[in-house]
Protein backbone atom coordinates (compact mmCIF):
# COMPACT_ATOMS: atom_id res chain seq x y z
CA UNK A 1 0.00 0.00 0.00
CA UNK A 2 1.19 3.62 -1.14
CA UNK A 3 1.71 6.40 1.58
CA UNK A 4 2.14 9.69 1.53
CA UNK A 5 6.16 10.63 1.09
CA UNK A 6 5.68 13.31 3.56
CA UNK A 7 5.61 10.40 6.15
CA UNK A 8 8.21 8.73 5.11
CA UNK A 9 10.97 12.10 5.35
CA UNK A 10 10.84 12.85 9.03
CA UNK A 11 9.96 16.58 8.88
CA UNK A 12 10.10 19.56 11.95
CA UNK A 13 7.80 21.95 9.43
CA UNK A 14 4.99 21.38 7.42
CA UNK A 15 6.43 21.99 3.98
CA UNK A 16 4.95 24.96 2.21
CA UNK A 17 5.53 26.02 -2.21
CA UNK A 18 4.46 28.86 -4.01
CA UNK A 19 6.04 29.61 -7.52
CA UNK A 20 6.07 32.92 -10.41
CA UNK A 21 6.15 32.93 -13.47
CA UNK A 22 9.20 34.80 -15.26
CA UNK A 23 6.75 36.58 -17.52
CA UNK A 24 8.87 40.03 -17.22
CA UNK A 25 12.70 40.95 -16.61
CA UNK A 26 11.51 42.82 -13.12
CA UNK A 27 9.38 41.89 -10.77
CA UNK A 28 7.23 44.70 -9.46
CA UNK A 29 6.37 46.49 -5.73
CA UNK A 30 3.17 44.72 -5.71
CA UNK A 31 5.13 41.42 -6.32
CA UNK A 32 7.61 42.01 -3.70
CA UNK A 33 5.18 43.68 -1.12
CA UNK A 34 2.51 41.05 -2.00
CA UNK A 35 4.22 37.91 -2.33
CA UNK A 36 7.85 37.78 -1.77
CA UNK A 37 8.24 39.55 1.29
CA UNK A 38 5.71 36.44 2.92
CA UNK A 39 7.43 34.03 0.80
CA UNK A 40 10.85 35.21 2.98
CA UNK A 41 8.98 35.68 6.21
CA UNK A 42 7.36 32.17 6.09
CA UNK A 43 10.74 30.46 5.37
CA UNK A 44 11.23 30.11 9.14
CA UNK A 45 8.20 28.63 10.07
CA UNK A 46 8.06 26.41 7.01
CA UNK A 47 10.09 23.61 4.93
CA UNK A 48 9.73 26.04 1.73
CA UNK A 49 9.90 24.96 -1.61
CA UNK A 50 9.65 27.84 -4.00
CA UNK A 51 10.02 27.99 -7.59
CA UNK A 52 10.44 29.85 -11.38
CA UNK A 53 7.44 28.84 -13.15
CA UNK A 54 9.07 28.54 -16.70
CA UNK A 55 6.71 25.63 -17.85
CA UNK A 56 3.90 27.86 -17.46
CA UNK A 57 5.71 31.12 -19.09
CA UNK A 58 5.80 28.59 -22.21
CA UNK A 59 1.85 29.28 -22.46
CA UNK A 60 2.79 32.74 -23.65
CA UNK A 61 5.00 32.45 -26.82
CA UNK A 62 8.06 34.18 -25.93
CA UNK A 63 11.55 34.80 -27.43
CA UNK A 64 14.14 31.99 -25.88
CA UNK A 65 16.85 33.91 -24.96
CA UNK A 66 14.60 36.19 -23.62
CA UNK A 67 12.85 33.54 -21.57
CA UNK A 68 16.13 32.06 -20.62
CA UNK A 69 16.95 36.05 -19.32
CA UNK A 70 13.82 36.54 -17.17
CA UNK A 71 14.06 32.84 -15.88
CA UNK A 72 17.62 33.55 -14.30
CA UNK A 73 16.50 37.51 -13.47
CA UNK A 74 13.46 35.94 -11.92
CA UNK A 75 15.20 33.48 -9.55
CA UNK A 76 17.87 35.88 -8.78
CA UNK A 77 15.21 38.41 -7.31
CA UNK A 78 13.89 36.01 -5.25
CA UNK A 79 17.12 35.64 -3.59
CA UNK A 80 17.95 39.29 -3.63
CA UNK A 81 14.67 39.37 -2.19
CA UNK A 82 15.65 37.50 0.68
CA UNK A 83 14.60 34.05 -0.40
CA UNK A 84 17.93 32.07 1.82
CA UNK A 85 18.27 29.02 -0.70
CA UNK A 86 20.49 27.30 2.08
CA UNK A 87 16.91 26.93 3.94
CA UNK A 88 14.49 26.96 1.25
CA UNK A 89 14.78 25.00 -2.02
CA UNK A 90 15.08 27.44 -4.98
CA UNK A 91 14.70 25.61 -8.24
CA UNK A 92 13.27 26.04 -12.22
CA UNK A 93 9.97 23.84 -12.35
CA UNK A 94 11.61 22.15 -15.53
CA UNK A 95 14.62 21.16 -14.09
CA UNK A 96 12.49 18.99 -12.15
CA UNK A 97 10.91 16.98 -15.30
CA UNK A 98 8.25 15.21 -13.05
CA UNK A 99 6.27 18.47 -12.65
CA UNK A 100 5.33 17.54 -17.07
CA UNK A 101 4.63 13.87 -16.14
CA UNK A 102 2.13 14.31 -12.92
CA UNK A 103 1.24 17.20 -15.00
CA UNK A 104 -0.32 14.79 -17.57
CA UNK A 105 -1.51 12.62 -14.94
CA UNK A 106 -3.67 15.45 -13.85
CA UNK A 107 -4.94 16.31 -17.28
CA UNK A 108 -6.63 12.81 -17.38
CA UNK A 109 -8.29 13.38 -13.92
CA UNK A 110 -9.82 16.64 -14.90
CA UNK A 111 -13.56 17.35 -16.91
CA UNK A 112 -13.23 19.14 -20.45
CA UNK A 113 -16.06 21.34 -18.98
CA UNK A 114 -14.37 21.38 -15.66
CA UNK A 115 -11.08 23.18 -17.33
CA UNK A 116 -13.39 25.15 -19.80
CA UNK A 117 -15.04 26.97 -16.49
CA UNK A 118 -11.76 28.04 -15.34
CA UNK A 119 -11.24 31.82 -15.20
CA UNK A 120 -8.22 32.57 -15.96
CA UNK A 121 -8.51 31.16 -19.59
CA UNK A 122 -12.05 32.68 -20.22
CA UNK A 123 -10.78 35.90 -19.53
CA UNK A 124 -7.24 35.21 -21.57
CA UNK A 125 -9.13 34.20 -24.18
CA UNK A 126 -11.66 36.32 -24.33
CA UNK A 127 -9.22 39.40 -24.07
CA UNK A 128 -8.95 37.96 -27.80
CA UNK A 129 -5.24 36.04 -26.49
CA UNK A 130 -4.25 33.68 -28.65
CA UNK A 131 -4.42 30.58 -26.59
CA UNK A 132 -3.20 27.46 -27.03
CA UNK A 133 -3.68 24.14 -25.13
CA UNK A 134 -0.90 24.64 -22.90
CA UNK A 135 -3.06 27.64 -21.87
CA UNK A 136 -5.93 25.78 -21.56
CA UNK A 137 -4.39 23.00 -19.39
CA UNK A 138 -2.54 25.89 -17.17
CA UNK A 139 -4.46 24.78 -13.88
CA UNK A 140 -3.58 21.09 -14.04
CA UNK A 141 0.18 21.69 -14.06
CA UNK A 142 0.06 24.01 -11.27
CA UNK A 143 -2.07 21.32 -9.83
CA UNK A 144 1.03 18.62 -10.11
CA UNK A 145 3.79 21.54 -9.04
CA UNK A 146 1.48 21.87 -5.40
CA UNK A 147 0.82 18.22 -5.06
CA UNK A 148 4.25 17.01 -6.01
CA UNK A 149 5.44 18.33 -2.94
CA UNK A 150 2.89 17.24 -0.72
CA UNK A 151 2.61 21.01 0.46
CA UNK A 152 0.45 21.77 3.25
CA UNK A 153 0.09 25.35 2.67
CA UNK A 154 0.54 27.60 -0.75
CA UNK A 155 0.75 30.98 -0.29
CA UNK A 156 -0.55 33.14 -3.14
CA UNK A 157 -2.70 35.78 -3.57
CA UNK A 158 -6.31 35.79 -3.95
CA UNK A 159 -5.94 36.12 -7.66
CA UNK A 160 -4.91 32.46 -7.85
CA UNK A 161 -7.86 30.82 -5.86
CA UNK A 162 -10.03 29.06 -8.07
CA UNK A 163 -6.28 27.75 -9.17
CA UNK A 164 -6.01 26.24 -5.65
CA UNK A 165 -9.64 24.80 -5.51
CA UNK A 166 -9.04 22.71 -8.56
CA UNK A 167 -5.88 21.65 -7.38
CA UNK A 168 -7.71 19.92 -3.99
CA UNK A 169 -10.56 18.66 -6.43
CA UNK A 170 -7.68 16.91 -7.92
CA UNK A 171 -5.91 15.53 -5.40
CA UNK A 172 -9.35 14.44 -3.53
CA UNK A 173 -10.26 12.84 -6.62
CA UNK A 174 -7.12 11.52 -7.04
CA UNK A 175 -7.07 9.54 -3.67
CA UNK A 176 -10.84 8.89 -4.18
CA UNK A 177 -10.25 6.82 -7.61
CA UNK A 178 -6.53 5.46 -6.61
CA UNK A 179 -6.38 4.86 -3.11
CA UNK A 180 -6.51 7.46 0.41
CA UNK A 181 -3.12 8.55 1.24
CA UNK A 182 -1.94 8.98 -2.64
CA UNK A 183 -1.64 12.67 -2.79
CA UNK A 184 -2.05 15.79 0.27
CA UNK A 185 -4.91 18.38 -0.03
CA UNK A 186 -3.60 21.35 0.22
CA UNK A 187 -5.12 24.28 1.54
CA UNK A 188 -4.78 27.55 0.67
CA UNK A 189 -2.94 30.67 2.32
CA UNK A 190 -4.09 33.87 1.55
CA UNK A 191 -1.87 36.27 3.76
CA UNK A 192 -3.68 38.13 5.72
CA UNK A 193 -3.26 41.97 5.75
CA UNK A 194 -0.51 41.65 3.25
CA UNK A 195 0.25 44.52 1.84
CA UNK A 196 -1.95 45.22 -1.52
CA UNK A 197 0.14 48.04 -3.81
CA UNK A 198 -2.23 49.86 -6.27
CA UNK A 199 -1.45 51.80 -9.28
CA UNK A 200 0.50 54.93 -9.20
CA UNK A 201 -1.70 56.44 -12.00
CA UNK A 202 -5.59 54.38 -11.32
CA UNK A 203 -5.31 54.06 -7.62
CA UNK A 204 -7.99 51.84 -7.68
CA UNK A 205 -7.26 49.02 -9.60
CA UNK A 206 -4.25 47.03 -8.15
CA UNK A 207 -0.73 47.55 -10.10
CA UNK A 208 -0.03 45.06 -12.23
CA UNK A 209 2.49 44.11 -15.16
CA UNK A 210 -0.30 43.37 -17.96
CA UNK A 211 -2.77 45.77 -16.43
CA UNK A 212 -1.04 48.97 -15.05
CA UNK A 213 1.02 51.89 -17.46
CA UNK A 214 4.74 52.36 -16.97
CA UNK A 215 4.35 55.34 -14.72
CA UNK A 216 2.07 53.50 -12.85
CA UNK A 217 4.36 51.13 -11.63
CA UNK A 218 7.38 50.98 -9.41
CA UNK A 219 9.69 48.14 -10.87
CA UNK A 220 12.39 46.69 -8.51
CA UNK A 221 14.66 47.19 -11.36
CA UNK A 222 13.87 50.44 -12.26
CA UNK A 223 16.47 53.27 -12.14
CA UNK A 224 15.90 55.04 -8.79
CA UNK A 225 15.54 58.59 -10.42
CA UNK A 226 12.56 57.02 -12.71
CA UNK A 227 11.04 56.03 -9.78
CA UNK A 228 11.37 58.92 -7.60
CA UNK A 229 9.56 60.45 -10.91
CA UNK A 230 6.59 57.82 -11.24
CA UNK A 231 6.49 58.81 -7.31
CA UNK A 232 6.08 62.69 -7.82
CA UNK A 233 3.82 62.03 -10.46
CA UNK A 234 1.59 59.51 -8.76
CA UNK A 235 -2.43 60.63 -9.15
CA UNK A 236 -4.00 62.08 -5.62
CA UNK A 237 -7.11 63.93 -5.00
CA UNK A 238 -7.99 67.38 -4.55
CA UNK A 239 -7.91 67.95 -1.31
CA UNK A 240 -4.86 68.94 0.83
CA UNK A 241 -4.77 66.67 3.45
CA UNK A 242 -2.72 63.60 4.07
CA UNK A 243 -5.30 60.74 5.32
CA UNK A 244 -6.17 57.17 4.93
CA UNK A 245 -9.12 56.77 3.16
CA UNK A 246 -9.02 54.11 0.69
CA UNK A 247 -12.70 54.80 -0.87
CA UNK A 248 -11.94 58.26 -1.19
CA UNK A 249 -8.78 58.81 -1.15
CA UNK A 250 -7.00 56.00 -2.93
CA UNK A 251 -3.96 57.57 -4.48
CA UNK A 252 -2.70 59.25 -1.11
CA UNK A 253 -3.82 56.09 1.29
CA UNK A 254 -1.54 54.00 -1.30
CA UNK A 255 1.34 56.36 -1.13
CA UNK A 256 1.03 55.83 2.98
CA UNK A 257 0.27 52.06 2.43
CA UNK A 258 4.06 51.89 0.80
CA UNK A 259 5.66 54.44 3.06
CA UNK A 260 4.13 52.23 6.03
CA UNK A 261 5.19 48.93 4.88
CA UNK A 262 8.81 49.87 3.60
CA UNK A 263 9.55 52.00 6.74
CA UNK A 264 8.25 50.38 9.51
CA UNK A 265 5.92 53.53 10.66
CA UNK A 266 2.48 53.17 11.46
CA UNK A 267 -0.54 54.86 9.01
CA UNK A 268 -1.48 56.72 11.95
CA UNK A 269 1.94 58.13 12.73
CA UNK A 270 2.51 59.07 9.31
CA UNK A 271 -0.76 60.61 8.59
CA UNK A 272 0.50 62.98 12.51
CA UNK A 273 3.52 63.41 10.91
CA UNK A 274 2.50 64.94 7.52
CA UNK A 275 -0.57 66.86 9.28
CA UNK A 276 -0.70 70.15 7.72
CA UNK A 277 1.92 69.36 4.91
CA UNK A 278 1.44 69.10 1.32
CA UNK A 279 1.40 66.15 -1.00
CA UNK A 280 4.61 67.44 -2.12
CA UNK A 281 6.14 66.49 0.88
CA UNK A 282 4.70 63.20 1.39
CA UNK A 283 5.34 62.17 -2.17
CA UNK A 284 9.12 63.18 -2.37
CA UNK A 285 9.09 61.21 0.98
CA UNK A 286 7.76 57.78 0.15
CA UNK A 287 10.45 58.43 -3.20
CA UNK A 288 13.37 58.24 -0.44
CA UNK A 289 11.52 55.12 1.59
CA UNK A 290 11.34 53.14 -2.04
CA UNK A 291 14.75 54.00 -2.90
CA UNK A 292 16.59 53.36 0.01
CA UNK A 293 14.50 50.04 0.45
CA UNK A 294 15.88 49.00 -3.43
CA UNK A 295 19.43 50.04 -2.93
CA UNK A 296 20.75 46.81 -1.48
CA UNK A 297 18.15 44.76 -3.55
CA UNK A 298 19.34 45.89 -6.49
CA UNK A 299 22.90 45.91 -5.25
CA UNK A 300 22.45 42.55 -4.42
CA UNK A 301 20.93 41.63 -7.90
CA UNK A 302 23.96 42.85 -9.71
CA UNK A 303 26.33 40.85 -7.73
CA UNK A 304 24.28 37.63 -8.61
CA UNK A 305 23.71 38.32 -12.42
CA UNK A 306 27.39 39.20 -13.00
CA UNK A 307 27.64 35.45 -11.51
CA UNK A 308 25.45 33.24 -13.67
CA UNK A 309 27.71 30.48 -13.32
CA UNK A 310 26.94 29.97 -9.30
CA UNK A 311 23.29 31.47 -9.79
CA UNK A 312 22.77 27.97 -11.82
CA UNK A 313 24.63 26.32 -9.33
CA UNK A 314 21.98 27.17 -6.49
CA UNK A 315 19.22 26.25 -8.92
CA UNK A 316 20.81 23.26 -9.60
CA UNK A 317 21.05 22.54 -5.50
CA UNK A 318 17.49 23.24 -5.38
CA UNK A 319 16.36 21.29 -8.19
CA UNK A 320 18.56 18.11 -6.55
CA UNK A 321 16.63 19.08 -3.15
CA UNK A 322 12.94 19.23 -5.09
CA UNK A 323 13.75 15.86 -6.81
CA UNK A 324 13.72 13.85 -4.22
CA UNK A 325 10.29 14.56 -3.41
CA UNK A 326 9.24 14.46 -6.86
CA UNK A 327 10.75 11.09 -7.49
CA UNK A 328 9.11 9.87 -4.54
CA UNK A 329 5.82 11.38 -5.17
CA UNK A 330 5.88 10.03 -9.06
CA UNK A 331 6.74 6.82 -7.60
CA UNK A 332 3.64 6.19 -5.77
CA UNK A 333 1.33 8.23 -8.22
CA UNK A 334 2.61 5.50 -11.01
CA UNK A 335 2.09 2.68 -8.81
CA UNK A 336 -1.37 3.99 -8.09
CA UNK A 337 -2.64 4.51 -11.35
CA UNK A 338 -1.41 1.21 -13.04
CA UNK A 339 1.65 2.35 -14.33
CA UNK A 340 4.25 -1.12 -15.26
CA UNK A 341 7.46 -0.44 -13.82
CA UNK A 342 10.59 -0.58 -15.71
CA UNK A 343 12.44 -3.49 -15.32
CA UNK A 344 16.01 -3.16 -14.32
N1 LIG B 1 -0.04 30.56 -11.42
C1 LIG B 1 0.88 31.22 -10.53
C2 LIG B 1 0.89 32.71 -10.87
O1 LIG B 1 0.70 33.08 -12.01
C3 LIG B 1 2.27 30.67 -10.63
C4 LIG B 1 2.33 29.24 -10.21
C5 LIG B 1 2.56 28.16 -11.00
C6 LIG B 1 2.16 28.77 -8.88
N2 LIG B 1 2.56 27.02 -10.26
C7 LIG B 1 2.31 27.35 -8.95
C8 LIG B 1 1.90 29.37 -7.65
C9 LIG B 1 2.17 26.56 -7.82
C10 LIG B 1 1.76 28.58 -6.52
C11 LIG B 1 1.90 27.17 -6.60
O2 LIG B 1 1.12 33.51 -9.99
Known amino acids: MARMSATETPQAAPRILSGMQP ?8 NYLGALVNWVKLQDEFDAYYFVADLHALTVPTDPA ?25 FCQSH ?49 DILMYDAAYVPVGEDQRQHLEITRDLAERFNTRFGEGGLVVPEPYIVKGSAK ?45 VRYDVENKPGVSNLLVIHSVLSGTRIEE ?5 AGRGYGDLKKEVADVVVDALTPFQKRMAELLDDPAELDRILASGADRARVVAQATMARVRDLVGLVPAAR
Open 96 to 144: VTEHAELGWVMNCLTGFGEASRMTQFKDKTAKGQNANVGLFTYPMLMAA
Open 270 to 274: LERAF
Open 23 to 30: TSDSLHLG
Open 66 to 90: VLRDRTRKTAAQFIAGGVDPERSAL
Open 197 to 241: IQDLQDPTSKMSKTGSSPKGLIDLMQDPAKIAKNIRSAVTDTEAE
